[in-house]
């Protein structure tokens, strides 16, 4: 059996208390110098990023900003997947299990591998190929690459050679979905490259997803993970294995070089994988972009994707002159660029919708960039771009990381005034994660480049005026880093000159700026404790189960154990008991069965106004009748303290369920964005069984009881209401709705098969903010006597239909055969359940 997942903050603690090392920069100091914080989890922090110290207050402040954004899309999916990470805020319905999505993810693992608690990256790594719902293949990406990517920080072998089989499926399938042997290439078409709406696309019927293609993104994906198979092999001793892939990363090596450049527009193009008509102009298989079709013949075409075989140094020497274009602003230079296709193309547009790359500045696309001209400067000799020329767009790119004056991401940004209108939806875009940013300051500005043997490498790509920077806490190698230039060495009192610490321990130095290595002590990184979090339920099950004394219908108990945690008002993700004229309030998880918990997480909200701190709070477990302090409880921090984890720590003991009993400040009342049960464990993890008596309940969907509906949308099941899954967000998609039915109200029935006692219905009743809203009322009816009679004395709880909840309604107990709901929907939307439970009282 294995181990479980890390507990955070547990570990966020122990790295803390252990850290004993000599420091450079006063990381308290350089947090609290930045103004725009939402998660104010100094502890975290300190005990996982590494601190930034650079000239440029706005490459600082975008620095920190970026780690905080990583902390809104850190999501703990399960205690069988561990961490997950979202791309956008929502959880939209086309992402997969927990809210993951497979386009930003080589992006995300670049980022996330510098946090020092390697478990976090690790989880996220796993997670695709061993998490049912994930799903690597829905749009291209670098997976293999990503996790060789992760081995060159945190030498993990083990870790690494466990997934060599994974890696090599996931290949394997892409092989067999997408590789034409023909060609030797793969075809992608743009939609699913995540670039839609591009010039390509817009030459065929389908101008939002395009038409399949050769497109070098996933070509140079597929180049990067085979490379990254065949060295993960070459570590693991399979001869065999390398060899076969270094065979297909050399094949398509050649063919893109010679199917997929034009040597007349110096430059890399799609090329067409069968004819494409529109408007009557034909673009022929076998050409690249504007070589047929109404713009055969124009010189222009240039897509700044083009750029991506430079991001895993794909190509050959000899086609550098690709890169004279990039800070050109007849091309793709512009004051928040760079543009995604070349500025005086036919077809370039900027438009104010979403989600045109016809033009717009792109944060996936511009990464990207930076990444290949990183690599471009540290592996080429050429002479149309220098490091001046990094750091210029380095720099623009940071820029664009605004909104209304404060640090922010949504998805493409007007690339002539750095607006992210029509690509800033609300509850959707907010701090979007689909780039990176901390991965281009550590491997490109800073200049540290990652590798797979023990010797350190940096190369720093800074301007020739700065007197001064540090990077300091940097994991590698099991070892912790410090990379520090002091010109004058008054900055930082170590002395003049360049220099890598390891450790706290100088292994080398110069008195310039410029390339330097340096052999690194062996070093076995240390174990990590592992716990799970047993309050989490992202998957439906009916344990672990959370319930409140109160809560605001805008914000039920169910977001505060969704494995997410953000403290803004808007989009809100919490838990909160406004509206209570209770002096105190309480939040409980039920776990169904004894779990060995030793800490706790809340993550507890204050808006300064209508949400506030509470006064204080008690920890609780039950004892069998009544509730019980936890004793010998350690707080850090003491008080309640709102935008943190407030980390309570205590000797393990048996608990079946446990609440916070809050007693609110004297203005406002109390919430939570998200409550965490630490404790011990092993996987595979399996959920307490549901409690035996629900009369509607049928996992199977086969015979008795039996749902059906007076209307269900063409999008949902209704035998999905009597599975067993409540799941109150879009996905997973487990739920009935009435959505696009003309009725002013529709029924839902559970056929029981026979006539059974009942005397309550649990309702959870699903709302997605748009076409499926609570209704405004419902009725329980059964069947008697071959018609169908109201329930007598329905006492609802909550009183008004709520959505993201459940809905109890009691009434006179009564023996039937047939129970239905009628919904009377809300305007012009229309209701929907995720679970119905039928209960003899």
């Known amino acids: 059996m294995k181990l479980a997942h890390t507990?955070?903050?547990?570990?966020?603690?122990?790295?803390?208390?252990?850290?004993?090392?000599?420091?450079?920069?006063?990381?308290?100091?350089?947090?609290?110098?930045?103004?725009?914080?939402?998660?104010?989890?100094?502890?975290?922090?300190?005990?996982?990023?590494?601190?930034?110290?650079?000239?440029?207050?706005?490459?600082?402040?975008?620095?920190?900003?970026?780690?905080?954004?990583?902390?809104?899309?850190?999501?703990?999916?399960?205690?069988?997947?561990?961490?997950?990470?979202?791309?956008?805020i929502d959880r939209p319905f086309w992402s997969g299990a927990y809210g993951s999505i497979s386009c930003p993810a080589g992006h995300q693992l670049y980022e996330l591998r510098w946090l020092r608690t390697k478990r976090i990256v690790q989880d996220y790594a796993r997670y695709w190929f061993r998490t049912p719902g994930a799903e690597?293949?829905?749009?291209?990406?670098?997976?293999?690459?990503?996790?060789?990517?992760?081995?060159?920080?945190?030498?993990?072998?083990?870790?690494?050679?466990?997934?060599?089989?994974?890696?090599?499926?996931?290949?394997?399938?892409?092989?067999?979905?997408?590789?034409?042997?023909?060609?030797?290439?793969?075809?992608?078409?743009?939609?699913?490259?995540?670039?839609?709406?591009?010039?390509?696309?817009?030459?065929?019927?389908?101008?939002?997803?395009?038409?399949?293609?050769?497109?070098?993104?996933?070509?140079?994906?597929?180049?990067?993970d085979a490379q990254a198979i065949a060295n993960i092999a070459r570590l693991a001793g399979n001869q065999k294995v390398r060899n076969e892939f270094l065979g297909k990363a050399a094949s398509l090596k050649t063919n893109m070089q010679s199917k997929l450049w034009d040597p007349k527009r110096e430059f890399f193009f799609e090329m067409f994988m069968q004819d494409e008509e529109r408007d009557g102009a034909v673009v022929k298989a076998g050409t690249l972009t504007y070589q047929t079709g109404k713009y055969a013949g124009s010189p222009h075409g240039r897509e700044l994707y083009n750029y991506v075989p430079w991001q895993f140094s794909v190509v050959d020497a000899g086609f550098e002159t690709a890169w004279k274009f990039l800070m050109d602003r007849e091309y793709f230079f512009a004051d928040y660029g760079p543009l995604t296709t070349e500025r005086h193309d036919p077809q370039f547009l900027i438009a104010n919708y979403c989600c045109a790359w016809s033009g717009h500045s792109w944060p996936y696309a511009t990464t990207q960039t930076l990444m290949a001209l990183a690599n471009l400067l540290n592996h080429y000799e050429q002479k149309f771009v220098t490091s001046d020329d990094y750091f210029r767009l380095l720099k623009i790119y940071t820029l664009t990381h605004q909104k209304n004056g404060r640090p922010y991401i949504a998805e493409g940004a007007n690339p002539d005034t750095g607006s992210w209108e029509g690509y800033d939806s609300y509850n959707h875009s907010e701090h979007y994660f689909h780039s990176g940013y901390n991965d281009l300051i550590i491997t490109g500005l800073i200049g540290l480049r990652p590798r797979a043997d023990n010797i350190v490498e940096i190369n720093p790509l800074v301007p020739e005026g700065w007197h001064f920077f540090a990077l300091e806490d940097v994991p590698y190698h099991g070892h912790r880093l410090t990379i520090l230039w002091d010109q004058t060495g008054q900055r930082y009192g170590r002395g003049a000159g360049l220099q890598i610490l390891a450790d706290g321990n100088q292994i080398v130095a110069t008195n310039r700026l410029g390339k330097m290595t340096a052999p690194l002590p062996t070093q076995v990184e240390p174990a990590e404790p592992l716990l799970l979090n047993y309050a989490v339920n992202n998957d439906g099950t009916y344990f672990p189960k959370v319930s409140a004394s109160y809560s605001d219908p805008k914000?039920?108990?169910?977001a505060a154990n969704d494995g997410n945690h953000w403290y803004?008002?808007?989009?809100?993700?919490?838990?909160?008991?406004?509206?209570?004229?209770?002096?105190?309030?309480?939040?409980?998880?039920?776990?169904?069965?004894?779990?060995?918990?030793?800490?706790?997480?809340?993550?507890?909200?204050?808006?300064?106004?209508?949400?506030?701190?509470?006064?204080?709070?008690?920890?609780?477990?039950?004892?069998?009748?009544?509730?019980?302090?936890?004793?010998?409880?350690?707080?850090?921090?003491?008080?309640?303290?709102?935008?943190?984890?407030?980390?309570?720590?205590?000797?393990?003991?048996?608990?079946?369920?446990?609440?916070?009993?809050?007693?609110?400040?004297?203005?406002?009342?109390?919430?939570?964005?998200?409550l965490e049960t630490w404790g011990e464990g092993?996987?595979?993890?399996?959920?307490?069984?549901?409690?035996?008596?629900?009369?509607?309940?049928?996992?199977?969907?086969?015979?008795?009881?039996?749902?059906?509906?007076?209307?269900?949308?063409?999008?949902?099941?209704?035998?999905?209401?009597?599975?067993?899954?409540?799941?109150?967000?879009?996905?997973?998609?487990?739920?009935?709705?009435?959505?696009?039915?003309?009725n002013a109200s529709d029924w839902l029935e559970i056929d029981l098969g026979s006539e059974k006692r009942v005397g309550r219905v649990d309702l959870s009743i699903f709302?997605?903010?748009?076409?499926?809203?609570?209704?405004?009322?419902?009725?329980?009816?059964?069947?008697?006597?071959?018609?169908?009679?109201?329930?007598?004395?329905?006492?609802?709880?909550?009183?008004?239909?709520?959505?993201?909840?459940?809905?109890?309604?009691?009434?006179?107990?009564?023996?039937?055969?047939k129970v239905r709901i009628v919904f009377t929907h809300k305007g012009n939307s229309r209701s929907g359940v995720t679970e119905v439970e039928i209960w003899p009282e």
């Not at 914000?555 to 169910?558: E, H, K, R, S, V």
């Open 682 to 742: 092993s996987l595979p993890y399996a959920p307490p069984p549901t409690p035996p008596g629900n009369l509607a309940a049928n996992p199977s969907g086969a015979g008795f009881p039996k749902a059906t509906a007076s209307f269900t949308s063409r999008f949902d099941k209704v035998e999905q209401v009597n599975d067993g899954i409540r799941s109150f967000r879009p996905n997973p998609h487990n739920r009935w709705t009435a959505y696009e039915s003309t």
């Open 136 to 224: 690597p293949q829905r749009y291209s990406c670098w997976l293999a690459d990503a996790v060789w990517a992760l081995h060159t920080v945190h030498s993990d072998p083990e870790f690494t050679f466990d997934l060599l089989p994974d890696l090599q499926r996931n290949y394997a399938g892409w092989e067999k979905s997408h590789f034409v042997p023909a060609v030797g290439l793969f075809w992608q078409s743009g939609h699913d490259d995540g670039m839609e709406i591009n010039i390509n696309s817009r030459q065929t019927k389908d101008t939002v997803r395009g038409a399949p293609g050769y497109r070098t993104t996933l070509n140079s994906y597929m180049w990067a």
């Open 555 to 558: 914000t039920p108990p169910g």
């Open 568 to 674: 803004h008002v808007r989009p809100p993700n919490r838990w909160t008991c406004t509206g209570s004229t209770n002096r105190t309030d309480w939040y409980a998880v039920d776990f169904g069965t004894n779990r060995l918990i030793k800490q706790v997480a809340l993550y507890i909200l204050d808006d300064g106004e209508g949400v506030t701190a509470p006064e204080k709070y008690n920890l609780q477990y039950w004892a069998g009748s009544v509730w019980e302090t936890v004793p010998e409880q350690k707080r850090n921090p003491e008080a309640p303290t709102g935008h943190r984890a407030n980390v309570v720590q205590f000797p393990i003991r048996p608990i079946q369920k446990l609440r916070v009993l809050f007693t609110h400040a004297r203005i406002g009342r109390s919430g939570l964005t998200e």
């Open 767 to 817: 709302n997605d903010g748009g076409g499926v809203l609570p209704p405004n009322s419902y009725n329980i009816q059964y069947w008697a006597e071959q018609h169908w009679s109201d329930a007598e004395r329905q006492v609802k709880s909550p009183i008004k239909p709520t959505g993201s909840t459940v809905n109890s309604v009691t009434f006179s107990p009564i023996l039937t055969s």
């Open 7 to 88: 507990g955070w903050v547990v570990f966020s603690l122990a790295m803390l208390a252990h850290s004993g090392l000599s420091q450079v920069l006063d990381k308290q100091k350089l947090l609290e110098k930045e103004a725009f914080w939402d998660n104010r989890d100094w502890d975290w922090y300190k005990a996982n990023i590494p601190f930034l110290d650079t000239p440029d207050a706005d490459i600082n402040t975008t620095y920190y900003y970026r780690w905080e954004l990583v902390t809104k899309h850190m999501t703990y999916g399960s205690p069988n997947s561990g961490y997950t990470f979202t791309e956008f």
